[in-house]
């Protein structure tokens, strides 16, 4: 499920996160939309590398490149029935929100639904990550998705200023909980199945 601008054609979410999110909708540039609001740019037009970021997991604030206007998008509403996995970046610059859709019952824990996406980082489309949150509840995709999000803010200045330190920098903070990634890192770690016995 995909709105807003298209993205590259990769599928190497875990491996940079400056690629095609890897399943549901994402949302960027569409300010029209229910959840975004026009905030506007008092110096002028809106620049991509400046302006458009992910305020938090569920913000985007998105740099329109046809019209140079700014709004910020909430993506829970613009998730509308699905969920928010997470605010992500993109191959082109821009931001997006990345809606999934959980499945009915939770067989993956956090570190298995991370697992399940790493191996479908050389999935030429979409469905393998489909897939993989379509085995898990609404709570563990959020929970992944903090991570994530905070992986990325954690190395957004590095992904900016050295593109080649990107990928090892958000792996350190996702894997290793650097950069002020640990709480999320653990709550993730500590995630359960229902039917996993606790150590």
């Not at 792996?171 to 229902?194: H, V």
Request: proline share 8%; charged share 25%; glycine share 8%.
């Amino acid at each position: 499920m995909a709105l807003g601008a298209p993205l590259g054609a990769g599928c190497d979410f875990f491996q940079e996160l400056k690629s095609e999110p890897i399943a549901g909708t994402e949302t960027d540039t569409d300010s029209s939309g229910s959840g975004g609001s026009d905030t506007g740019d008092p110096e002028g037009p809106c620049e991509l590398a400046r302006d458009d970021r992910c305020l938090d997991q569920d913000t985007v604030r998105s740099c329109d490149l046809q019209t140079g206007e700014l709004a910020e998008l909430d993506c829970p509403a613009l998730c509308g029935s699905y969920t928010n996995f997470s605010c992500v970046s993109a191959s082109t610059g821009q931001h997006a929100c990345w809606c999934v859709e959980p499945g009915p019952t939770k067989t993956l824990s956090c570190t298995e639904l991370e697992a399940c996406l790493e191996d479908c980082d050389s999935s030429p489309t979409l469905a393998c990550a489909d897939q993989c949150f379509r085995r898990t509840d609404p709570l563990t995709i959020r929970i992944l998705g903090a991570l994530l999000h905070c992986a990325e803010a954690t190395c957004e200045d590095t992904c900016l200023e050295s593109p080649s330190s990107c990928p090892a920098c958000v792996s350190a903070a996702r894997l290793e909980g650097e950069g002020g990634c640990s709480l999320p890192r653990a709550i993730c770690d500590d995630d359960r199945n229902p039917d996993e016995p606790w150590p």
